[in-house]
């Protein structure tokens, strides 16, 4: 049985999310877990859908495989959104101007600075001692 999928790939500060969407039950499960137990903080399975909201998809109709690695939380939901939103955009092009609309398409170019010599970390300085 040939199953087609559409992929999409997204980044976030230091995560990286494959997304794999298909004409399916329902499911969306993330590194082998489902939506809700892998991001159980409050917003973060809404921020991972909001793709579906503005295009006015019903979640349903769709099965959803995710492999995120790298990162922390906030990252791999940025991740897992814009893959989500690029695997749309290559499953039906007209879905396309929409999600760019919302900004859904463009990645979060945002990363933490370098840390700078003869500082503690990117900006903040050693405290001051005048004796």
């Known amino acids: 049985m040939d199953v087609r999928y559409y992929e999409g790939v997204g980044r ?5 999310a494959r ?3 298909m004409n399916g039950s329902g499911e ?5 877990r489902p939506l809700e137990e892998y991001f ?12 579906f909201a503005v295009l ?10 995710v492999l995120v690695k790298g990162g922390g939380v906030t990252g791999q939901v940025g991740a ?6 690029r695997a749309f955009a290559e499953y039906n092009a007209e879905f396309a ?3 760019k609309k919302h900004g859904l398409l ?12 003869g500082l503690k970390r990117a900006r903040k300085a050693p405290t001051y001692t005048k004796r």
Do not use: H, M, Q
């Not at 006015?56 to 495989?65: A, F, H, I, L, P």
């Not at 897992?80 to 939103?85: D, E, H, N, P, S």
């Not at 463009?106 to 010599?117: A, Q």
């Open 19 to 21: 997304v794999r969407l």
């Open 106 to 117: 463009s990645r979060d170019p945002r990363v933490k600075e370098r840390k700078k010599p």
């Open 28 to 32: 969306f499960i993330i590194n082998g």
């Open 80 to 85: 897992v959104r814009l893959g989500l939103a």
């Open 40 to 51: 159980p903080r409050l917003g973060d399975a809404e921020d991972v859908l909001k793709p």
């Open 56 to 65: 006015g998809e019903s979640r349903d109709k769709y099965t959803v495989t």
């Open 12 to 16: 976030r500060k230091e995560a990286t």
């Open 97 to 99: 101007p929409t999600l």
